[in-house]
């Protein structure tokens, strides 16, 4: 309690003294959009309990320890919360990570969720398709699109138009219908119970080489919801990180963005030297006895030069999504940064892709920082302002 305090407060200093265009923000222990509110614009809410009542035309971004959702919402909404509850009126779409999530209402579009428990309740129904990533998945609503995703627990109670999934546990209740195929990839054979409806093809596909362990099975849930709020609080101290240093050094960071965009393949050509280079550097610098203090300062910038790539990366994925939509004036860097980290976020998530943009992202963004710092240094030196 006391750390997500902190982060609140700190959170809550940060935009108060920063410059957010387009955009409304709200922060406190307790933060509410009222029943009878309207919020004309996108919204950005930072608190220990959030809950939305009101409505809001544009998107919302909620980041809290309890999340509820139950007003109509003219955008998407962009959740990361300890329990979360999803119970709007209308949402278009719905990007959640948490602890626990709960959906009671309609989804228009897409939903992609990842937590310790996922559960979709009776009258919840997901318009196209649900991604599911967590420990425990219930499914006792409708899907219309397809259900996929990767998960421990699988119960499926409801309706799906096809079902991707793979689970160490599967379970097709009587009520269970998948109009489409059941494609299942798990180590033990699924339960299903008379009454369950395939109409499409049934195909289960169990590894040969390894059968899932028992003790495995049962604590995949636990180490599951570890595993998603560990990167939760990797994820607030990042988004922290963000806003501290775009408030603090926005025309810096507006440098470094531009160095990316115009100078794309010099950016990764120097972060795949400078990810191989500076370790040898450093090395030889440590094996040598004068050189350690080097090493030391080497070794303190080669980790903030690799934290801080993926951050500069997220702000140029989140400027180039929000151009798809607004053509038009300028982009907030507070917007960028959440749309771009909420999307890697996710990504983080996706078996083999996951992998590939943590390498992309390191090497772009470590290249983006030393080739647009090197070219500050250059001109200030051209200035002869040092």
């Known amino acids: 309690m006391k750390c997500s305090g902190i982060v609140t407060r700190v959170l809550c200093v940060v935009l108060f003294t920063a410059p957010v265009y387009a955009l409304t923000s709200r922060t406190g222990d307790a933060v509410k959009v009222a029943f009878d509110e309207v919020v004309d614009d996108d919204v ?7 809950n939305v009542e009101g409505k809001v035309m544009g998107d919302v971004y909620a980041f809290g320890q309890t999340v509820r959702i139950s007003g109509d919402i003219g955008g998407s909404v962009f959740m990361v ?9 209308t949402v278009e779409t719905v990007w959640a990570a948490g602890g626990s999530i709960e959906i009671l209402s309609s989804i228009q579009r897409n939903a992609v969720l990842a937590g310790g428990k996922v559960s979709l309740r009776e009258n919840a129904r997901i318009g196209k398709d649900l991604g599911a990533y967590t420990g425990d998945l219930s499914v006792e609503g409708r899907v219309d699109g397809t ?14 138009g096809r079902v991707k999934i793979k689970a160490e546990q599967a379970r097709l209740t009587s009520s269970a219908q998948i109009l489409g195929d059941f494609i299942l990839s ?3 054979e699924p339960s299903i119970e008379e009454g369950a409806l395939i109409a499409g093809e049934q195909r289960i596909e169990i590894p040969k080489a390894e059968d899932a362990e028992p003790i495995f099975a049962a ?4 180490i599951a919801f570890l595993f998603v709020m560990i990167k939760i609080v990797i994820f607030i101290a990042k988004v922290i990180v963000g806003v501290l240093l775009i408030a603090l ?6 440098r470094i963005m531009d160095t990316l965009i115009a100078n794309t393949w010099k950016s990764l050509g120097w972060g795949f030297l400078g990810v191989i280079v500076i370790p040898v550097a450093i090395v030889i610098l440590f094996a040598i006895l004068i050189g350690y203090p080097l090493g030391v300062l080497g070794a303190y910038i080669y980790t903030i030069l690799w934290y801080l790539s993926s951050i500069f990366v997220s702000l140029v994925i989140g400027e180039k999504v929000i151009q798809l939509f607004k053509k038009e004036g ?3 860097l507070y917007v960028s940064f959440i749309v771009g980290i909420l999307i890697l ?14 390498i992309f992202t390191l090497l772009f963004g470590f290249g983006a920082i030393v080739v647009g710092t090197w070219y500050l240094i250059k001109e200030m030196r051209d200035k002869q302002l040092i």
């Open 44 to 50: 950005i809410l930072l608190g220990q309990s959030i």
């Open 81 to 89: 919360g300890a329990n979360i509850t999803i119970d709007a009126r």
């Open 147 to 160: 259900l996929r995703g990767r998960v421990g627990k699988f119960t499926l109670s409801g309706t799906s």
């Open 186 to 188: 798990s180590a033990k």
């Open 219 to 222: 604590l995949a849930p636990m």
């Open 249 to 254: 050094f926005q025309r810096y960071v507006r």
């Open 330 to 332: 300028e982009v907030s």
């Open 345 to 358: 976020f996710v990504v983080g998530f996706i078996p083999i892709l996951n992998f590939l943009v943590r």
